[in-house]
């Protein structure tokens, strides 16, 4: 049995940062894809990040640089570092492992 927990959401101003993490139990391969992705009120679920086991990212063109994802594999983790945040931003948030996925986490850009 897999599970994955974001935390690190909530409101903030345009501008301002938050760092999304995503802690995993049972089991994770190392080699696991792991993903980030985000879907807004009306809107279709969106790829926003996506790292590889050895490191490679990608990131979608709306959000490329001023997010950063990165892994733990000894934690078995995925962070999301997002900076100069737009309203554009706000969307659920959602931790993805291979074929696994989370309960979601607000984002809330707003002044």
């Known amino acids: 049995q897999v599970q994955l927990v974001e935390s690190g959401g909530g409101l903030v101003q345009p501008g301002g940062s938050l760092r999304l993490s995503c802690a995993s139990s049972?089991?994770?391969?190392?080699?696991?894809?792991m993903a980030w992705h985000r879907q807004a009120p009306g809107k279709q679920r969106e790829l926003v990040a996506r790292?590889?086991?050895?490191?490679?990212?990608n990131y979608a063109d709306s959000v490329e640089g001023r997010f950063t994802i990165s892994r733990d594999n000894a934690k078995k983790a995925t962070y999301l570092q997002m900076n100069s945040l737009k309203p554009e931003d706000t969307a659920v948030y959602y931790c993805?492992?291979?074929?696994?996925w989370g309960q979601g986490i607000q984002v809330t850009v707003s002044s």
């Open positions: 993805r492992v291979f074929v696994y």
């Open positions: 049972g089991r994770i391969f190392s080699i696991a894809d």
């Open positions: 790292i590889s086991s050895d490191g490679s990212t």
